[in-house]
């Protein structure tokens, strides 16, 4: 079955960059979605189609991709920024979607 | 605005079946699909699957065929999501969320299903 990898944790102070990733085959010819998940709380679109931000969603949060891999940026990472973040898309025939595995970002 | 308002929380015995709602408002229902969501406590995001609300048609994560149904009301602009044959392991919080071509782009609030006997 497809996966997406993303790596368990990344940790940042405040006001630096974050940068999470999500490496999986079908990347170079699918989207990659990002969501924003708090603590007791529904999970939060924040980048969609690899690098399009929301409405409502701060500037800070950017998103690219590149081959097998898409990143989600978070330029100058604030508190409030702390939270688990999943990255999401479809294998190659567009059935079968699927979430990485998450990764919790710590600002400290 | 939109809102997706889901059922609330289910306690089940193994071997049972549970049936989720999810209302929708603030949006033409059938130019979207609703995508189904779970996360076990501790857990990621698990996709159960998604149906279209013009149509009917339906796509099943494969891990959960033949105990998962999902059926949309187009009258009521209601998605439902029905688990069979239930287990401990699908002691979750399920989320029904908006689909526009794989955009997940809004969420219900999530519904708490304990399966425990």
């Known amino acids: 079955s497809y996966e997406l990898t993303q790596p368990p944790s990344v940790s940042v102070s405040p006001g630096q960059m974050a940068r999470i990733t999500c490496s999986g085959d079908?990347?170079?010819?699918?989207?990659a979605y990002w969501y924003q998940q708090k603590s007791g709380q529904a999970p939060v679109l924040v980048i969609y189609?690899?690098?399009k931000r929301p409405s409502g969603i701060p500037e800070r949060f950017s998103g690219s991709s590149s081959g097998t891999m898409a990143t989600l940026t978070i330029s100058g990472a604030q508190v409030e920024d702390e939270a688990d973040y999943y990255c999401y898309s479809t294998d190659s025939s567009g059935n079968h979607r699927v979430f990485g595995g998450g990764t919790k970002l710590t600002v400290l | 605005q939109v809102q997706l308002v889901q059922s609330g929380a289910e306690v089940k015995k193994p071997g049972a079946s549970v049936k989720v709602s999810c209302k929708a408002s603030?949006?033409?229902?059938?130019?979207?699909?609703i995508s189904w969501v779970r996360q076990a406590p501790g857990q990621g995001l698990e996709w159960m699957g998604w149906i279209s609300a013009y149509n009917g048609n339906t796509d099943y994560a494969q891990n959960l065929q033949g105990r998962v149904t999902m059926t949309a009301d187009s009258s009521t602009t209601t998605a439902y999501m029905e688990l069979r044959s239930l287990r401990s392991d699908d002691t979750a919080v399920y989320y029904c969320?908006?689909?526009?071509?794989?955009?997940?782009?809004?969420w219900g609030q999530g519904t708490l299903v304990t399966v425990s006997s």
């Open positions: 189609e690899d690098s």
């Open positions: 079908a990347l170079p010819k699918k989207y």
């Open positions: 969320a908006r689909d526009f071509a794989d955009d997940l782009d809004y």
């Open positions: 603030g949006y033409t229902f059938t130019s979207y699909g």
